[in-house]
């Protein structure tokens, strides 16, 4: 339950600033930020900042924290799943920053190319979405079962920045390119079987490799964030666009081989992968010159 009263409905943040949601304020998050769905994931990430500055746990299970990674401030933010939890955090992340956001995502995915395993890295050009038709299992008239929605470009500096770190931090041979597929679920829309529930989800994937040649992966986020990235342009769509974004994926689920990752290959992906992505960030906005200023900030005597 909410700790504080909040201020608005439409707005709603505390009468300090705090968002209701993700329970930020300025001066907590910093401009550069990986955002992952595991806390554990982002506690892992943490041990390689130089310092931990703060740690914040929502009531609505997001986790924030904010440190320095070789003296610039970062945050990574465990936001959970789905695109809702998505659009919390960048939201409300967008209402308490000063200057632009560079998002990177560090989360896992269902790989659909040939030759990408368990534990390699699919790195998102792009992603579109993937959505179940509601009307299609109460309305014979409707033609397809799931809707699939067009492609969204990943920001292509960050982009390159985060291939050239991966690359050398895991081996080319583990990294992949291509667009990713933004689930609305899990099972359904990933074209999962199932014996439960009638998803008339048979020929998906086929669907999905026939529209878009290029997709290499299946999740549930990266369509999100890369959408608000696209429309981070002020109330009237006519501002300098303000969040910048990109996505590495760690397979855990090898659809073409049906394997699943094991505990400890995620353990040792993640060690080696947060490090290339904490130095992207770091090599994309290596100076804090028109970011979130410093003065009240949980970095401000650290800098």
């Known amino acids: 339950m909410p700790e504080e009263q909040m201020n608005s409905a439409n707005r709603p943040t505390s009468l300090d600033g705090r968002t209701y949601h993700v329970e930020t304020k300025r001066g907590e998050v910093s401009n550069r930020i990986i955002t992952v769905g595991d806390p554990q994931r982002a506690h892992a990430i ?82 579109f979405g993937i959505t179940r038709n509601y009307a299609y299992f109460d309305d014979a008239s409707e033609k397809d079962a799931y809707v699939l929605w067009p492609n969204v470009d990943a920001d292509t500096l960050l982009t390159e920045g985060v291939v050239n770190e991966m690359v050398q931090g895991v081996g080319a041979q583990r990294v992949f390119r291509g667009l990713v597929g933004n689930a609305d679920s899990f099972y359904g829309s ?76 995620s353990r040792q992906m993640t060690k080696v992968a947060s490090l290339a992505l904490l130095d992207a960030l770091v090599k994309d906005m290596p100076t804090q010159a028109g970011l979130h200023p410093a003065e009240g900030s949980v970095w401000q005597n650290n800098l």
């Open 46 to 127: 943490s041990q390689h900042l130089d310092t931990i500055l703060m740690t914040k746990q929502s009531h609505r299970g997001f986790l924030t924290i904010t440190g320095l990674y070789k003296q610039l401030p970062v945050s990574i933010v465990a936001i959970g799943m789905g695109s809702p939890m998505m659009d919390f955090f960048v939201r409300e992340t967008r209402m308490v920053v000063d200057g632009p956001l560079a998002i990177i995502r560090f989360g896992s995915c269902g790989s659909i190319i040939s030759g990408a395993q368990t534990g390699d890295i699919i790195i998102g050009d792009g992603a």
């Open 190 to 265: 990933q074209g999962r079987p199932g014996a439960d529930f009638y998803d008339a989800n048979e020929g998906l994937l086929d669907r999905v490799r026939k529209e878009f040649p290029q997709a290499a992966a299946l999740e549930m986020e990266s369509h999100m964030l890369f959408h608000l990235a696209r429309v981070s342009t002020g109330r009237k769509g006519d501002e300098p666009q303000s969040v910048r974004a990109a996505c590495a994926l760690m397979v855990f689920a090898d659809r073409e081989g049906n394997s699943f990752i094991s505990p400890e290959m």
